[in-house]
């Protein structure tokens, strides 16, 4: 069985400033390794995913996750934050047999403050 | 192209009444999934569908929840009595299956008085 910890439930941080939401993982099996992002009073949505390949993915609002075998990780990154990226942001795993079946974390809040 | 739409997006319900969700997916896609998510909590699945087989619902409470997707399109999502502990978002999200992008709805915000 998978399971997700996010370690942070809740990162402040001000506008323009970088940030790290932090993410790992425990399975006995391979993995894909997912980060959706829910707006305020909007449904999740997919920020970025990896499958397989390179190791570092990208998402198209400057986000960037790098999948970390070793550590079991897939940290989420970007280098200057907006006031519009103020989200609750999902870590997720699923099993490569089993895709369908997504494995959430418990969310952590970015606020930032201008 | 519109989104998974829910319905309804807050009800609130004493306890020991039914109550029931509905859920229509994104036109085309044949996976639906319904998700319990508890406050502060990620997602969890509780059931999926494939068309208008549930292929999982192991973690559906089935003393007391029951879902449908008769013709694989639309789905509800019923519980019959509700518990206050069952005061959560419900959530609907729908795919074209096979490690395809899961899309999800707003979401049913029940609370349980």
């Known amino acids: 069985a998978q399971s997700v910890t996010q370690l942070d439930s809740q990162v402040p941080v001000f506008e323009e400033a970088p940030v790290e939401l932090r993410c790992n993982y425990s399975?006995?099996?391979?993995?894909?390794l997912f980060w959706y992002v829910q707006y305020p009073n909007q449904g999740l949505q997919l920020l970025l995913k990896?499958?397989?390949?390179?190791?570092l993915v990208e998402s198209i609002n400057g986000f960037e996750a790098e999948f970390n075998k070793s550590q079991t990780s897939f940290h989420l990154r970007k280098p200057s934050v907006h006031i519009s990226d103020t989200a609750e942001y999902f870590c997720?795993?699923?099993?490569?047999?089993?895709?369908?079946?997504?494995?959430f974390g418990t969310g952590t809040r970015l606020q930032v403050f201008p | 192209e519109a989104g998974v739409v829910q319905s309804p997006r807050y009800k609130i319900i004493e306890k020991k009444q039914p109550v029931a969700f509905w859920c229509n997916p994104i036109?085309?896609?044949?996976?639906l999934y319904w998700y319990l998510q508890n406050l502060g909590q990620g997602p969890e699945l509780l059931i999926r569908?494939?068309?208008?087989?549930?292929?999982?619902d192991s973690q559906l409470p089935k003393d007391r929840f029951s879902a449908e997707r008769l013709k694989g399109v639309d789905s509800t999502l019923k519980i019959q009595p509700a518990e206050l502990g069952d005061s959560a978002v419900y959530l609907c999200?729908?795919?074209?299956?096979?490690?395809?992008?899961?899309?999800f709805g707003q979401g049913t915000r029940l609370t349980v008085v």
């Open positions: 399975s006995s099996v391979s993995v894909y």
């Open positions: 999200a729908s795919s074209e299956g096979h490690s395809s992008e899961a899309f």
């Open positions: 997720a795993v699923s099993d490569r047999k089993d895709t369908d079946k997504l494995i």
């Open positions: 990896y499958l397989s390949g390179s190791t």
């Open positions: 036109s085309g896609h044949n996976t």
């Open positions: 569908y494939e068309n208008e087989e549930a292929v999982d």
